[in-house]
Structures are given as structure tokens and as C-alpha cells.
């Protein structure tokens, strides 16, 4: 009887592992690789149309605009300003975009013109004030980032989809009646002063406001995330590292920043990144507070002042919006449309970086686009393997990124023991910190034994520390500065 039982059980297991294993390789299986088939192939193109109307020629609309062009594809790329215009961000461009760069042949111009500072060295403070900063340039054979002024590299990505064929159209600025015919598969887009384009997707790539996509009912909330940047000029400053990051206890998960550009300028930001239990609210911080946080950083912060020097020429501080984590959109995708780049929120919630998630996918855009010319089908059914394909990229990496700020808002000692460990291991803990935080490895890379172990052991380092050897705190909290 026993091993009747015994032969039952085996068999019921046997049953459970095949219909588990079956039902992976069925999903996989049905899993789309490729657009359905329909009526809109290249040569049905209604004459003075266009494929695609991009919407916004920032780092992510000309991206698109850019492979789209390339492959023969008819290319509208709209932006309501004239280059070269400026746009409010960290300027810190990553890896996976200083690689879409290269291809564009954007790099190149970068270094003609001495636009761009690649960093060699670089680092970060913790809430305690733990620091390093070291060349993990060395151990990953190439930098983790580079900083470009946006009003530059604005520019050049532009410049280069229009050289690969896109038709960039500047001063249009798209107004209200952006209307689409289902029978005839197009899109109808008008400027607010009477210029009309037409085409077979829509592309809406117009920043992290994104008033077309709110307009099309696709975003339902204003960004909640807000950025500070101030230029320094060459000269006036103390930095001698590229690239420096600061965690203030009372702003996590947001925090402060210092890159160097190209003629030795320092860009400083201060990031405000949406976490907490109330909407909006960010960390102990709100929007309201950034204005102070970045001035009372520059006058009183320990490190920040100390890098900048006593008499830095520093311009005013101005102020932009972000979209982090997909906040607010219903999807990515429809009919005839996708959303790329800050209008979709691709802006990492630990981070705050959105650059090259933005290029990620406009590149990403741009190849699901040209395959659903080729198979004459727009329709949601084959634009869905657009969000597909970010979430493969980049996507993916967001919830962990989420759970990573909500994390270290709630118990700052674990950025300490970061800090702690690459004390510990010099550049070679440094450059894997460097590879996360840059999107050149998932998040889930701090979960590697190899990886987490160490960290736990510098934990209980810090726990030591900070509970029992009462280590004093070498972060001074400045004025005014929000109390947790």
C-alpha cells in the first residue's frame, strides 16, 4: 500500500511539474515576436503623409526619428522651440545612451565641438557623511557617464535625424485638434498658427508635462517629481572629480549633485523623487522646498560647499518636472501611438536619471515601429511589443527601483553601509555601484550573494557604529532643513 501511495504521489508531481512546465512553454509560445499582418504597407501611403509624426525632437523623438529615417522610413520630427534650445535636467547622460550616441554619430560631434566631459572619477556621500570617490573607469573599461548640457546634445540629436532623413519641422507648436480617422488610418496634427501634417503613428515624445498625451486622455496626472540645476563657472570651484552624488538624511530618496562638464563648468542639481504615503510627497520633502534645499546646499552643506569653493560663480537656479516610474500614464501604446521618454515617465524612481531610458526607447520605438510598416499593422495588437520591448530594456528594473527609494527613505543606514563597503573594497565595489546605478546592470545585481553578503556584513558595520560606537554624524543638517 505504501508504495502504492508512493507511485501516486511521484505520478501527481510528475503531473504538476508537467502542466507548470507545459504552461510556461504554452505562454512562451503565444508570446507575440512579431506585428499581425494588415492593410497599411509602405506603398499605400496616402502622398504627403508620413509614416510617423513625432511629436517632440527632444533626446528620445529624435532617436526615433533618427532609425525610423534611416530605414527609409517617412519621418515628421515637431518640437515648438527652435534649436538650439535649453531644457532643465541633470545632464548626466549613461551608458546605454552614450552607446545609441556612438551609432547616431552624435559623440563625435560632441568632441568636435568640446561639448562633452566623460567622467573618470567620481563618487558619493551618504546620509552620515561616509564618502568615496575613486576611478572605477579602470575596472569597467569604459565611463559609466558623460555630462552634455541639453541645450547641446538637443541639438546634435535633432541635427542628426534630420541628416538620416527626417523631416524636422521647429516653431511647430501643437495645438488642441490632433484627430485620428480609423478608416483611413491616419493621424491629423495642426500647429497652433495653421500647419497641418498627416501620418500613420503617432509618436508623442513631448516631455514629462506632455500635453498631447494629456490631451489624448493617456496621462491623468501632473508630473510629481521636481529637479533644481545651476551652472558654475569654470574657474570658481573647488571640484576635483567628474561626477559626485550627495544624500542629504532630509532629502532621500531624493538627493543633491555635482557633474563636471566640458571648459571645467560644474552643473549642480538637487532632486526631489516622489515616495511616501501621501501623493506628492517626496520623502520629508515637497516641491515647495527645493528652492531652499538647493541654495542652503550650496551655502551650507559640508561637502557641496567644500567642492564649490568660497566664491563660486553660480547662475540662478531654475526648475523642471519629473515623471518617474510611469506615473500617471494609462499605457504606452494604442492604435497608431506610442509614448516615449519623460512624456511616458522613463525617468528611474532611484535615480532620478531618465536620459538614456529615454533614447532606450525611442531606439526600442523606432524598431517596433518600422517592423509594423513593414507588416501594415498599427494597431494595439502589434504596438504592444513596443511595451514589450521597454520593459525588457529598462522597465523591468523600475518596481525594484521603487521599493530601493521607499527603502532608503525609510532607513538611511543601508546607503551608509553602501558607503561602509566601497570604503572597504576601494574601486572594485565602487565600479559595481557605478554599473547599477548607471542601468549597465539591473537592480536585482545588489541581490548576488557575491554582492549582498558583503553588504549585510557592512551593515551590521554601520549598525555598530552609528547604535553602539556612537560614531558622530559628519552630515550637518542645514537650516530650515525638513526634521523626519
Known sequence: MDSVKENKLLLGAVAVTA????????????????????????????????????????????????????????????????????????????????????????????????????????GFVSPSGLSYIGNSQHKLGTAAACAVKRIDLDARVAAAAKRAGANLMEGFEVGTDVTFDKEAGLWTVKSTDGKVVKGRMLVCADGSTSRLATQLGYCTEEPLGVSSRAYIAGGSHNANFDGLVFYPRWSLPGYAAIFKHAKDELGFCYYLIPCGSKKGQMGSCTAEDLKRLHENAIKYDPFISRAMGPNPKCERMRAGSLRVGGQGLKTTYDDHLVIVGDAAGFIDPLTGEGIHTAMMAGKAAAEVLLACRQAGDYSRRSTRLYQQRWMELFGHDFKLSQKGAELIWKYPILLDACANEVQRQGDAMMSKWAEVMTNMRPKQYFLRPDVAIPLGFALLRELWQQKVAKRPDAYVMAPEAPTK
Open 19 to 122: 502542466a507548470v512546465g507545459g504552461g510556461l512553454l504554452l505562454k512562451r509560445a503565444l508570446k507575440q515576436t512579431k506585428p499581425l499582418q494588415g492593410p497599411y504597407k509602405p506603398g499605400t501611403l496616402p502622398e504627403g503623409c508620413y509614416d510617423a509624426i513625432i511629436v517632440g525632437a527632444g533626446p528620445s523623438g529624435s532617436v526615433c526619428g533618427f532609425y525610423m529615417a534611416r530605414s527609409g522610413a517617412k519621418v515628421a520630427l515637431l518640437d515648438k522651440e527652435h534649436f538650439p534650445r535649453d531644457k532643465i535636467c541633470g545632464d548626466a547622460v549613461c551608458t546605454p545612451a552614450i552607446h545609441i550616441l556612438e551609432e547616431m554619430g552624435v559623440i563625435e560631434e560632441l568632441k568636435k565641438h568640446d561639448e562633452v566631459k566623460f567622467a573618470d572619477n567620481g
